[in-house]
């Protein structure tokens, strides 16, 4: 179908589609039957029977499970079984595990998808975009990410930048009238916009004409598909770690064969040992459950309102030492209302609250209505430029669209002006709001067929453009007292933390040329709103816990110098010999400049997003890590260029989303705190879990060297050392991934980026725990069979239970950087869980009949109990006193 051929008409008619109405519920939900959801096909994920095999590919694995085989053919059924079952087991624990972390980043990729605007039965809202149907009315503004190919029906400046169809990095200019040549490609469809292109400037409407595979993107989806799984830097770390470890743990479990084979044990069974051992010593399990532990903190980041796009950032978080963050919607509630008018050369002060309409203008203390000179205009045009919608949802009124426009509807709705007002005005030409123009301006045609243009935005903007000034007598020249009057008004609102916007008019031929160079000169200024946006009720207390983390705060914010020093009082941002630099004074500086005064600023008013990427790279050059929140389009560089860059969920484009590693779902500067909080504890965990694991596995090898040195039977069977790794080393180091954050987290200073694994003594606890939980379970062994030297499985079942005892009570120790004491045990119910299913198959083996044979166990007495209790206890309580 040649869309791009068809007027606004024939399209649709094609669709059966109005575009004053939208599609009505029930054509969605036939049509998104028809046509399916508007998403492209995926490379297939790998069947569930691959990944369990996958489970088994290790090297190591594979010779246990050889040794086994050999096991078998010499007659040892009984290992040979055990072992099967515990490889068995082992293998689907991996498997749960990976399932677990594939539908956690699934869930990820579904939470960060775009949303799309339709009109549907007459009403704009926002809608996922795979729910997008052929027939769907879309708009679309500068950010967006086109969510289906559209055929455009209104055309407001707008650009699309289709590098990802045809290569072309250069934006391309959109209009809406048919085209009659034939055979045209998609980059000369210029009245089409495609799947997946960005807006780069402007807005527009379309009708959509075809989504998911059926677009054009989809034709070459095969080419969009393949996506490479990334490993964030922590686990890089952690892979070759591991190496590292492998070769260690092969080095020593060659040791203890040898020994072994030397003492006279029998080849066969210090092979299987040593394979056992490898095994177990080996953390092969690390990476995954690194990868659940993240997963599972990104679940946890989700219930509170952060959702993370790149895993990366989630260790980077921890690493934080400066929060750049935007003013409006972020630190504030981003419910814009308008508090006072300075018109006329009068203050006019307005009353109520957020987007509720009830309220009145007053004058001194009088009320004053329609007939207030010059009032009725200025709310007018405030209603006829903006492209916000306010309507009623639970019975309170909500705005679609920029907050700063939705003040402006309320504002209008104050003085008794209908919605309906529209139906009386067409709108010939746009010219949007852009950072740099920092204006926004529409020509309108009324009834009469009189043109006028209307320009809203900041007043030192439109001052300079305008050439006249409206007063209660008319339109005169503006003259230096004027101007020094509107400074003065400008001044007076930023001191109260007021947002100020102005407003200009001017009248229009029909022969005027519509290009805003020319256009938007010589303009009538006819008066100002003041808006307040108050500081959201958590901030404050968020900024405090983040100084107390050593973490800075920054106030970034297009608003007047005043106006920001203000705000930033009130949520005791600004110390008292803290900076303010405006964007005027950012001009006039180098990177090197500003890089020398950087630590002693924490406001930046009236920047541009070119600003906010000077300032990201002056603080990192200081050495800091900085985190750096935007919403819009041009947002996007300095966001990519920090090193945890924040985009907004309801206010942000989809631009500045894909930039981003972090999506405030709720734009509020609190949830960068929680988020922090949320990153430095997964590092920790991870941290925790490492620390347990190894010392875990330092204490398997030792005894079993230290047996083989002193020229003693082994310890330990094969089975009982393969068990020990099912076990204690799995649900426990898992149950730490879930562990709650210590109450200092935020006391301590951000951790530094290049911060090893095993800094701050982890190394050291890894090894001495290790040492004292192979010297108890050794110590335990020898006496044990000392007391009873004809009984061997004694002996042995008493080091396999302390052992085993000595990691579990091993692993609360783990849970705090301090003091085995230092936490509350009872905090983690996963982990008390995890220990108590691990004691109770332990006492499985130990004293069910049938599995005793099996695990080379006997019965033990309350005496045993005790001697074990004490033994295991040794490691953790010893080093809970000393601190180390």
Known sequence: MKWYQMDTDQVEQKLYVSTKRGLSAKQVDERLKQYGTNRLESEKNASKWLIFLKQFQDFMVLVLLAATLVAGLLGEYVDAIAIMVIVLVNGFLGYFQEQ??????????????????????????????????????????SGDRVPAD???????????????????????????????????????????????????????????????????????????????????????????????????????TALVVIVGVYQGHAVYNMFLAGVSLAVAAIPEGLPAIVTVALSLGVQRMIRKKAVVRKLSAVETLGCASVICSDKTGTMTENQMTVKEVFLNGKWLYVTGDGYDVNGGYFWKKDHVGRDFPNLEPMLLYGMLCNHASLFVKKGKYVVDGDPTDGALLVAARKLGLKPQLHDNYRIIKEFPFDSERKRMSVVIEDENKMRFLITKGAPEVLMPRSTYIMNEDGRKLMKSEDEKQLDGAIDSMADKALRTLAIGMKPLSRHDSLESATLEKE???????????????????????????????????????????????????????????????????????????????????????????????????????????????????????????????????????????????????????????????????????????????????????????????????????????????????????????????????????????????????????????????????????????????????????????????????????????????????????????????????????????????????IKDWLFIIAMSSVPSVFFGFTKK
């Open 100 to 141: 677990k972390a594939e539908k956690s980043l699934a869930k990820l990729k579904e939470m960060s998808s775009p949303v799309a605007h339709v009109l549907r039965d007459g009403k704009w809202e926002k809608v996922p975009s795979q729910e997008v149907v052929v027939g769907d009315v879309v708009r679309v503004n």
């Open 150 to 252: 559209i055929r455009i029906i209104q055309s407001n400046s707008l650009e699309t930048e289709e590098s990802a169809l045809t290569g072309e990095s250069l934006p391309v200019q959109k209009h809406e009238a048919s085209i009659t040549k034939d055979n045209l490609d998609a980059q000369d469809q210029v009245n089409m916009s495609f799947m997946n292109t960005m807006v780069t400037r402007g807005s527009g409407v379309g009708i959509v004409v075809g989504t998911g595979m059926n677009t054009v993107m989809g034709q070459i989806a095969s080419l969009m598909v393949k996506t490479e799984k990334t490993t964030t830097p922590l686990e890089h770390k952690l892979a070759e770690l591991g190496k590292v470890l492998i070769g260690v743990a092969l080095v020593l």
């Open 523 to 861: 303009l009538t200024f006819i008066g100002l709103y003041g808006m307040m946006d108050p500081p959201r009720k958590d901030v404050k207390k968020a900024i405090a816990e983040c100084r107390d983390a050593g973490i800075k705060s920054v106030m970034i914010t297009g608003d007047h110098e005043k106006t920001a020093r203000a705000i930033a009082k009130q949520l005791d941002l600004l110390p008292e010999n803290g900076m303010v630099l405006d964007g005027s004074q950012l001009n006039q500086m180098s990177v090197a400049e500003l890089e020398d005064i950087i630590d002693q600023v924490y406001v930046f008013a009236r920047v541009t997003p070119e600003h906010k990427l000077k300032i990201v790279n002056a603080f990192q050059e200081k050495g800091h890590i900085v985190a750096m929140t935007g919403d819009g389009v041009n947002d996007a560089p300095a966001i990519k260029a920090s090193d945890i860059g924040i985009s907004m969920g309801e206010s942000g484009t989809d631009v500045t989303k894909e930039a981003s590693s972090l999506v405030l779902m709720d734009d509020n500067f609190a949830t960068i705190k929680s988020a922090i909080i949320e990153g430095r504890n997964i590092y920790e965990n991870i941290r925790k879990f490492i620390r347990y694991l190894l010392a875990s596995n330092v204490g398997e090898i030792l005894v079993m060297l230290f047996a083989m040195l002193l020229a003693m039977p082994l310890p330990l069977v094969p089975v009982q050392i393969l068990w020990v790794n099912l076990v204690t080393d799995g649900l426990p180091a898992m149950a730490l991934g879930l562990d709650q954050s210590e109450d200092d987290v935020m006391k301590r200073g951000p951790r530094n980026p290049k911060e090893g694994v095993f800094a701050r003594e982890l190394g050291f606890k890894i090894v001495s725990r290790g040492i004292l939980i192979g010297t108890v379970t050794l110590v335990a062994f020898m006496l044990a069979f000392q007391s009873n030297p004809d009984n061997l499985v004694y002996a042995q079942t008493i080091a396999f239970t302390t052992l085993v005892m000595a990691q579990l009570i091993h692993v609360f120790d783990c849970r705090s950087e301090h003091s085995l004491f230092s936490r509350n045990p009872f905090e983690n119910i996963y982990l008390l869980l995890a220990v108590l299913s691990s004691v109770l198959l332990l006492l499985v083996v130990i004293y069910w009949e049938v599995l005793q044979p099996v695990f080379h166990t006997t019965s033990l007495g």
